[in-house]
């Protein structure tokens, strides 16, 4: 039997993790929004972890993520999360419903209001300029692709880097699947519309010139394409 996200999250706690002093319910089994594929996400804090982890169930009916940290581990993984942009456990913690409450919950979620706020760090012209690089390597793959199979996957490729890249330029956090999508509306729903407007036009149509003139409309004032005197050292 399925038990109610909320039971079945205190249950894991308690018969999982007896030991931590705070646990948070995150995701959307935390606002109600739940769907017959949704996952519990669930944060973990235990003084007794010496190293973070993450680790899956399927219990009481539902299959579970968890996310277990300690005093220290959080925020190295807010650091971490957001050199990348993606404030993925910040937005957990802060929003998450609190299962296991302790005189630290509050520090917590207060640290992780603070990322949120700061925001992603700006972008480095090393970083754009490769970005000016590489996407127009593969605008120009997509443009001249022999095949429906090679532009497909060439768009499909372009527009999860496009949009990632969009919102790192603005100073907004990015995401990872659909939440890049949201992401993306959240901070320009008109630009957001017209992205996927074109991308619907290529599916619909095979017509690439939309989305081309896209991909234009957000590097020309960058410089648009980079190809003579780019260079990139490994660090």
């Not at 990322?115 to 590489?134: E, T, V």
């Not at 996407?135 to 120009?140: A, F, G, M, T």
């Not at 960058?222 to 050292?233: E, M, P, R, S």
Request: include cysteine; charge should be negative; charged fraction near 30%.
């Amino acid at each position: 039997m399925r038990l109610q996200p909320l039971d079945a999250a205190k249950q894991f706690v308690d018969e999982k993790f007896p030991r931590c002093f705070t646990a948070l319910l995150a995701g959307s089994a935390s606002r109600g929004e739940e769907t017959d594929t949704s996952d519990l996400d669930i944060v973990v804090f235990d003084s007794t972890v010496q190293n973070a982890y993450r680790e899956s169930f399927v219990l009481y009916g539902w299959r579970i993520e968890s996310f277990i940290h300690n005093e220290i581990s959080y925020l190295q993984q807010f650091e971490i999360d957001k050199q990348n942009g993606r404030a993925t456990l910040a937005e957990m913690v802060s929003t998450g419903v609190i299962l296991k409450d302790s005189e630290k919950t509050t520090t917590i979620k207060r640290n992780a209001n603070r990322c949120l706020s700061a925001g992603p760090p700006p972008l480095s012209d090393d970083f754009i300029n490769a970005s000016r690089y590489f996407i127009y390597d593969l605008l120009d793959d997509f443009r001249d692709s022999k095949s429906d199979e090679e532009a497909i996957i060439t768009v499909n490729t372009i527009s999860i880097q496009l949009a990632d890249f969009i919102l790192r330029l603005n100073g907004q956090w990015s995401g990872r699947g659909k939440r890049l999508g949201r992401e993306l509306y959240k901070f320009d729903e008109k630009l957001a519309t017209k992205f996927f407007e074109t991308l619907r036009h290529f599916y619909r149509h095979g017509d690439k010139q939309p989305f081309i003139d896209f991909v234009n409309s957000i590097y020309e004032p960058l410089g648009g394409q980079l190809f003579d005197g780019f260079k990139q050292v490994r660090k």
